[in-house]
């Protein structure tokens, strides 16, 4: 073993406030140091750190590494098995088992039918904004309702129940109350959820969740796919509008090219995934022990896979700290993962981000903070999703 492997120990770690859209320096150094450094856990158990582009990707595709919540080795206690339904933190076959039959639901007939809702939603969003006029936080005018949209449409929450829900997975996601209010609307989510899967049961209408009660998937394993696609959905895209909106308006000359060529909008979508990395770590267990980058990650060991420093691996990224919304190589970035856990929503994604951010800096050609950028209150580094809080911003009524 390399006597000068690096040794991180201050996870997770806080971002520099002149720039929070940079991986916290501690990572930065670590990756500086080599791809995979040693690395305590929270509960004091050994895992190891890994933060260059090709080793992160060499794990996710990787089959003797497990995605298995109750294999996780991070605290001295036992985790308990993922519930049924919860395919993310499951390994094949199990995990294919439910992602295979929601794969086929994300058709281009269904994505069609959502893109013009989105575009929908962005418009009355815009509508309400402009009418309302400035100042305004963009976080819940505009960044939260569009996911929020999405998701309902996929499971089919009817319309009447679409506020008290988007209320609901706000507190349970949003990560900004007590422990007792979290609870609270954790436990409310899933009864609602439990509620909605017999409903469709009873009841099948034109969504995704309907059309899976028709398989061999129990009340409880629906229930447990609807509440990865709201944990997976929801939060990560509304705080890649967010942040994202926020990283535009500090990179003026990038937000003016953006507003100034239509065409650079696909392209600006991925290099924003790439910059900000919001699902910023996973980890995975090892099954077996495996050489990886010159050291032995012994089974059973838990490493955590840094995928916002792998997306700022120079040796993979040129000046990877500089956000160029015109960069060819942007789209090899990891921000949606890799391997058998790649994103099942990215393509959805990808559309509501386009949609949203295009319309977003047509409508308002003046947007800007309307706050000095250290104020803007960020979300603290122990959160899974980086992101705002708010965004408070303003623009030149005149031009609205
Ligand atoms: C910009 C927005 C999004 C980002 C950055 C994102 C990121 C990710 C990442 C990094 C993973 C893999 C985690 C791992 O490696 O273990 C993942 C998985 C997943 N995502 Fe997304 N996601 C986004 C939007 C969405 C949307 C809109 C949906 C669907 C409504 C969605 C559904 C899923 C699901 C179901 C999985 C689990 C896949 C599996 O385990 O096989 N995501 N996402």
Redesign the pocket.
């Known amino acids: 073993m390399s006597e000068s492997l690096h040794t991180v120990t201050t996870l997770p770690a806080t971002r520099q406030s002149d720039c929070p859209f940079d991986p916290p320096a501690e990572l930065i150094d670590a990756r500086r140091h080599g791809p995979i450094s040693r690395y305590t856990h929270p509960g004091g158990i050994p895992g190891w750190l890994i933060t260059g582009y090709d080793l992160v990707r060499s794990v996710?595709a990787d089959s003797r590494f497990s995605?298995r919540k109750d294999l996780l080795n991070v605290v001295d206690f036992e985790i308990p098995p993922a519930p049924p339904g919860e395919?993310?933190l499951m390994d094949d076959p199990e995990?294919r088992r439910y992602?295979k039959p929601?794969m086929g639901k994300f058709t281009v007939r269904r994505m069609r039918l959502l893109t013009e809702r989105i575009e929908q939603v962005t418009a009355d969003r815009l509508d309400a904004m402009e009418k309302a006029g400035p100042p305004t936080d963009l976080v819940t005018a505009f960044a939260k309702p569009i996911?929020t949209i999405?998701?309902c449409e996929?499971l089919g929450v009817p319309y009447e129940d679409r506020g008290s829900f988007q209320q609901q997975i706000d507190t349970f996601m949003g990560g900004e109350v007590s422990d007792e209010e979290l609870i609270a609307a954790y436990t409310a989510t899933q009864e609602y959820l439990a509620q909605l899967v017999a409903a469709k049961r009873a009841n099948p209408t034109d969504d995704v969740l309907s059309e899976l009660t028709d398989s061999d998937l129990t009340d409880e394993e629906l229930k447990g796919i609807s509440l990865?696609?709201l944990a997976?959905?929801f939060d990560?895209?509304a705080n890649?509008l967010a942040l994202g909106t926020f990283a535009l308006l500090q990179n003026p000359a990038q937000l003016a090219a953006l507003r100034a060529d239509p065409a650079l909008t696909d392209g600006a979508v991925e290099e924003l995934?790439r910059y900000l990395s919001?699902?910023k770590t996973?980890m995975r267990t090892a099954l077996e022990d495996v050489e990886l980058g010159g050291q032995t990650i012994k089974a059973g060991t838990t490493v955590v896979l840094s995928?916002h420093t792998a997306n700022r691996d120079p040796e993979r990224f040129a000046d990877p700290h500089v956000l160029d919304l015109r960069r060819q190589e942007a789209g090899g970035h990891l921000?949606?993962?890799h391997?058998?856990?790649?994103?099942?929503?990215?393509q959805?994604?990808r559309i509501?981000?386009r949609v949203a951010f295009r319309a977003l800096v047509d409508r308002f050609p003046t947007l800007r903070l309307a706050v000095p950028a250290e104020e803007v209150a960020l979300r603290p580094e122990t959160a899974d999703i980086f992101g705002v809080k708010s965004l408070p911003v303003t623009w030149d009524k005149a031009e609205s």
């Not at 058998?340 to 990215?346: D, K, R, S, T």
């Open positions: 996710l995605s395919f993310l995990h992602r929601l996911p999405v998701i996929i990865v696609l997976a959905g990560t895209t890649m995934l919001v699902a996973f995928y921000a949606f993962s391997g058998i856990h790649q994103c099942l929503g990215q959805l994604a509501e981000m």
